[in-house]
């Protein structure tokens, strides 16, 4: 692979190993062993294992070895593991290099999963955890101390969509000596600049965008090959969250249209924010791609465009909430994001059900509001299915 490739052509290509046969498509290594051609030649490779050997699945495998390079690749990261699921690479960023004793500054707004991983496992083993508001640089600041380790946030916050600055926190934490870990889904490998705006460790879940059409779980952990396979990658192949060879060969099909789809998606949405803006249902339409976003500026300088995902608030709350997605015709009813079909959620009922009120209040999780991931169909098409059901309201 020559470095200098752009990043939609590294999508296609980076990382491709090609069996004695020549295969077009990549071949599925669906295997969990690999055999030795004698016994020194297994002992050799238990003592250091070269960068096209393998030993067992849970370690490594060549189909999973081509995902790995060629996201690492489009990130400009130096190295890359792949985990079963998104969860399993929050977990093991975190667990891996955490021990009892250390202290991490997090935004308060997070996935539900991440939030118990940070609030009920890590605190569980002797990690302090302080929560800050995201946006808010002067709480991160105050939440920085000499014992912090690591910083965790989501680029883009779910449902509501703040935008955390990853410049100015990175700078903060590398102040005190912790390392960056960003959860960078919402941001998508197409328009983030994670590593480049000072993050040390990027995190996907491949599930979304990468995927792309609500298939297979994954997720993978980037960054330096010191963090990689010094730290994550002992924890990650002895506890088991590895990737399996059949869910990377779907997410290396997945990154080869990666760019395509984003870039639709992110239009789309940019579109349906712009029309709905002014809609008299809505008390609000919130999308980082508007100029009148509070983080718009943020956007503009670290992640090129807004996202796939869009979210408004509906007057009527839960009850207009509920008539919108049930009169809608293309958008369905689910919980995934970053999938070629358009998909509708209600937070406040589903994903972030178990928030108490006060916190539910605190991060804008109202009533009325309803996530929409906006997949590839037409933008008209999607356009008349919104404005069609909140007519019905
Ligand atoms: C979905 C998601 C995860 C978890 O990913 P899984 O693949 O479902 O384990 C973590 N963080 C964010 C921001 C997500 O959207």
Redesign the pocket.
Known sequence: MKNDWNKRTKMVHAGTRRSQYGEVSEAIFLTQGFVYDSAEQAEARFLETGPDEFIYARYGNPTVAMFEERIAALEGAEDAFATA????A?NGALTSLLRAGDHVVSSRAL?G??LYVLEEVLTRYGVEVTFVDGTDLAQWQAAMRPDTKAVFF?TVS?PTLEVIDVKSVAALAHAVGAVVIV?N??ATPVFSRALEMGADVVVY????HIDGQGRC???VVLGTRDFIRGTLEPYMKHTGGSMSPFNAWVMLKGLETLDLRVRAQAASALKLAQSLEDHDKLARVIYPGLPGHPQNAVVVAQMEKGGTVLSIDLKGGQEAAFKFLNALEICIISNN?GDAKSIVTHPATTTHQRLPDDQKQHLGITPGLVRISVGIEDTDDLLADITGALAQI
């Open positions: 699921s998104g969860m399993a929050v996935f999963s991440c989501e779910n959860d889904v919402f879940s491949a599930t979304k779980l994954g997720g994001l």
